[in-house]
């Protein structure tokens, strides 16, 4: 079974600090490792993923991820955070040889304090 | 990038109604289709597996006579929440499965039973 931890519910960070979001996940088979974003009242937005190759990902907005394998981990990193960047992150897990089911975490609140 | 759309995006019924959701694969086919509902502040939860022109596949603690599931076409699946109640009061949001196994999220039904 696939589980994804996200230790941090909430992240406050001022404008313009860097920020890292955590994640952990567990799995007996490889899997993808996604990163989404939730604005309010919003569906899910794709910030970035991991397939395979370079373990350094780079997404949208200015974010970026690294896969750790002996840690799995996959935490989310931003040099410099802006307002615009409050919402939920979600950390999300697939299995990479089958089936299309996401395993999310709890995901994290960030909150860009001016 | 595919498109999908869910229709309504917020409804409001009263309580012992039933409810229709649609979410459509706009430009792309989608053979499989996932419909998760998320609670305030928390994560999503997968609620159904939809394939087109089979019965859907429901996670457990799901009941499948209360979400009815429909995949009648390869762009659209309608979940229809019957007789709600206001615990059924949640955000939707369904997913679409390309070809190439990329899965694109729609942007969530808010439904509230009053």
């Known amino acids: 079974a696939q589980s994804v931890t996200q230790l941090d519910s909430q992240v406050p960070v001022f404008e313009e600090a860097p920020v890292e979001l955590r994640c952990n996940y567990s799995s007996s088979v490889s899997v993808y490792l996604f990163w989404y974003v939730q604005y309010p009242n919003q569906g899910l937005q794709l910030l970035l993923k991991y397939l395979s190759g370079s373990t350094l990902v780079k997404g949208i907005n200015g974010f970026e991820a690294e896969f750790n394998k002996s840690q799995t981990s996959f935490h989310l990193r931003k040099p410099s955070v802006h307002i615009s960047d409050t919402a939920e992150y979600f950390c999300?897990?697939?299995?990479?040889?089958?089936?299309?089911?996401?395993?999310f975490g709890t995901g994290t609140s960030l909150t860009v304090i001016p | 990038g595919a498109v999908v759309s869910q229709h309504p995006s917020w409804v409001i019924c009263k309580s012992g109604t039933s409810v229709k959701i649609e979410c459509r694969s706009l430009d792309f086919q989608a053979t499989t289709m996932f419909w998760y509902r998320q609670f305030p502040k928390q994560s999503l939860m997968l609620m159904a597996t939809?394939?087109?022109?089979?019965?859907?596949?429901?996670e457990q603690g799901v009941e499948k006579d209360k979400f009815l599931i429909n995949h009648a076409s390869l762009t659209l699946s309608t979940l229809t929440v019957t007789s709600a109640h206001p615990e059924d009061s949640s955000f939707y949001i369904c997913t679409g499965t390309s070809g190439d196994n990329e899965q694109f999220f729609g942007p969530g039904t808010r439904l509230t039973v009053l």
């Open positions: 999300a897990v697939r299995r990479s040889n089958t089936g299309n089911q996401f395993y």
């Open positions: 939809s394939n087109e022109g089979s019965k859907a596949t429901y």
